[in-house]
Structures are given as structure tokens and as C-alpha cells.
């Protein structure tokens, strides 16, 4: 929408930029399809690396929590599948290569020390990561499809959530 405004002898013209909301129907496809697999790599690294930490854990009261962590990503995971299904698009999984170092990380960290804080220090320094990238995926990636963009927010409260956990194992 243009207006234009007089001011004495001079005519000037101010662009007058409405905020439209972001709907599925003016959502950027390219950066949805970006932000889905950044999601998706997201939560399934983080669910390999607790399902890797589990045989470390010797506590019974930290392996319930871990088993809750596994749960709520696998449920993230459905989630992003059935969206993933919806927007007829198929998620970029994490590199392979990446989750193989990632293991061989979590392992090799776990022989040396398996106590509890050791293992809420691991958690930590992962879900950092994580809520690190989240936070730049929404940030970068204002303009996707809204249960994506809902998804996003959803992952990020959990895994600050968890944060917060995992600091009082410490």
C-alpha cells in the first residue's frame, strides 16, 4: 500500500509495509523443506545419542529419565514424520558419518567416567548444541510453513526443559 503525503512544495512517497501473517499458503516452501530437515536431524541426533548414553547409566532414577527422553523424541520424530507426510516432503536425516562420531564421542567419554555428573555433563554440552540450533532455526527461518514453525517452538521449550534437568544431576 502507497500513500503519498505533501510537505509544503515537495511530494513525498513513504512505502507503508503491512505485516501478513505466514500461512501455508504464502509460507516459503525451499526454506520449510530447510527447516524440517534441520528439525529432524535435530531431534534424531539427540535421540541416538541418549539411546547411546543409556547402557552407560547405572542409576535407576537418571535411566527413567533418559527413557522419558527417548519417548518424547521418538513422539517428536512421529510428529515430524506424519507433517513431514503431510507437506508431501521426505526430511534430510542426520549424516551417518556424523552420528558414528557422535557414538564413538558418547562411548569413549562413558569408559573413562560413568558417574552422574559425568553423564548430566555429557547431556548438557548436547542439548546445548541442540537448543543452540533451534534457536537459529527460528530465527533464520521466519517465514515457513506455521506448524513447522510451531514444532520449532515445541522442541526448543522441551530441550530447555531438559537443560534445566540435567543441571541439578551435576
Known sequence: ????????????????????????????VERTKQAMSDLYKNVTMAQNCVKTLLPYV????????????????DHYVEQLDMLSENLNFDPTPAPKMLVV??????????????????????????????????????????????EVALMEKQILRYEEGCFEAMKGML
Not at 7 to 26: C, H, R
Not at 59 to 73: A, D, G, I, P
Request: with cysteine; aromatic share 4%.
Open 58 to 73: 547405572e542409576k535407576q532414577e537418571v535411566t527413567k529419565v533418559l527413557h522419558k527422553q527417548v519417548e518424547t523424541y
Open 101 to 146: 562420531m557422535a557414538n564413538m564421542g558418547i562411548r569413549a567419554k562413558m569408559m573413562t567416567d560413568k558417574s552422574i555428573s559425568h553423564v548430566a555433563k555429557i547431556m548438557l554440552q548436547g542439548t546445548l548444541n541442540g537448543i543452540i540450533d533451534l534457536y537459529r532455526m527460528i530465527k533464520d527461518y521466519d517465514d515457513v510453513h506455521p
Open 1 to 28: 500500500m502507497k500513500t503519498t503525503m505533501s510537505n509544503d512544495k515537495k511530494t513525498k512517497k513513504t512505502e507503508v509495509k503491512e505485516e501478513t501473517p505466514i500461512t501455508e499458503n504464502n509460507c516459503n
